[in-house]
């Protein structure tokens, strides 16, 4: 069992990342938190072995009172998606930050912070991505935001002695996943292309309990503090390997390409087009959804593993033994 000091508070509790913290949380018998917004599906189950905090991030009042003698907190609460209106980011995933970041300097708690992997930005593809390496130019909103939300973190810690770790996840897979499971498994169903040229770079996945084992480590290891690192255990698997055993799975056809370069035109003109019709809908291809699918991904994972004491415990295969079991409990 990992030593957390307690209570821990989990926000975004009901987020697919925060909920599977949250369940780990729980079996190993922490005195849990979950704070979320009131239309956050909570299971029923955790009414009676968590306290749950409804609110708004973006309410200091609410935050306060979720906040309220906590001794670890992990921050997963923020706008994930490339296509929200900017001051939608600014609202939640920057003021909310702050007003978590204040309340954990008054309360001493230690903070975990999720951030993501898109903060490497332009750099994304180009070289091998260190935590130590200077952020590159951000892609879109998205990893604007969460850039803007780090350095705001790093300035609580170098200024009020805020106890800080930082976590950067890449592609995190697994049962629940709504932009790696279930949407690619929507597009794939529908034959669209879903692959940039052959798909044959490293696509920096993570299985799920592979990242939460990661969180937990950072989390409590006294070294974590003031440090921070990659959520990435090394896997070397193919976007184009992990389209076409999950395409196997949903009773798919393989996975189709689209040129690299026709994507690129496409994103060119279809976000700007999106943004001058003002459309609530998220556009077929952005500028950071290409990159995400269409970059080789070279991540070191050396200071999780030497750091931390790091091992992963779910390997690509048994992620998707566990993909294929809950694919077909949904379909049975």
């Known amino acids: 069992m990992t030593t957390l000091a307690q209570p821990v508070l989990i926000t975004g509790g009901a987020g697919f990342i925060g909920a599977h913290l949250v369940e780990r949380l729980l079996r190993e018998g922490n005195h849990v938190v979950v704070f979320d917004v009131p239309s956050a599906p909570i299971p029923d189950a955790w009414h009676a072995r ?6 708004d991030i973006a309410n200091r009042d609410d935050v306060r009172a979720a906040m309220q003698g906590v001794g670890t907190v992990f921050h997963t609460a923020a706008i994930v998606s490339d296509w929200a209106p ?26 975990l912070l999720l ?40 300035e609580f810690h170098r200024t009020q ?16 996943s709504k932009p790696w499971v279930h949407e690619v498994a929507k597009n794939l169903l529908a034959g669209k292309p879903t692959l940039i040229n052959d798909g044959n770079y490293n696509a ?19 070294q974590a503090q003031g440090r921070c ?6 896997s070397r698997i193919t976007l184009r390997q992990y389209f076409t055993d999950l395409a196997r799975i949903i009773g798919a056809p ?18 700007p087009t999106w943004k001058i019709l003002r459309k609530s809908s998220r556009p077929l291809l952005t500028r950071d959804s290409l990159r995400m699918v269409s970059s080789d991904y070279r991540v070191s994972a ?21 993909i294929e079991a809950y694919w077909k409990s949904l379909h049975t």
Request: no cysteine; aromatic share 12%.
């Open 254 to 271: 393989p996975p189709r390409a689209m040129p690299g370069w026709f994507a690129r035109i496409l994103a060119m003109v279809i976000e």
């Open 302 to 322: 050396e200071r999780v593993f030497n750091e931390l004491g790091f091992t992963p415990r779910v390997s690509y295969e048994e992620g998707m033994r566990r």
């Open 115 to 154: 951030s993501s992997g898109s903060v490497y930005g332009d750099k994304i593809g180009r070289i091998e991505l260190r935590e130590d390496e200077p952020l590159g130019k951000p892609i879109g909103i998205y990893g604007e935001y969460k850039q803007k939300q780090e350095m705001l973190a790093w």
């Open 50 to 55: 968590a306290r749950i905090v409804y609110g």
């Open 161 to 176: 002695g805020m106890a800080l770790t930082v976590v950067r996840p890449f592609k995190v897979f697994g049962p629940g």
């Open 229 to 234: 690192y990659n959520g990435y255990d090394g």
């Open 86 to 111: 900017r001051d939608a980011y600014e609202r939640v995933t920057l003021q909310g930050s702050r007003y978590l970041f204040e309340e954990a300097v008054r309360n001493k708690t230690r903070v």
């Open 204 to 222: 920096a996945l993570i299985y799920i309990d592979n990242l939460v084992d990661i969180l937990l480590l950072a989390a409590s290891l006294p």
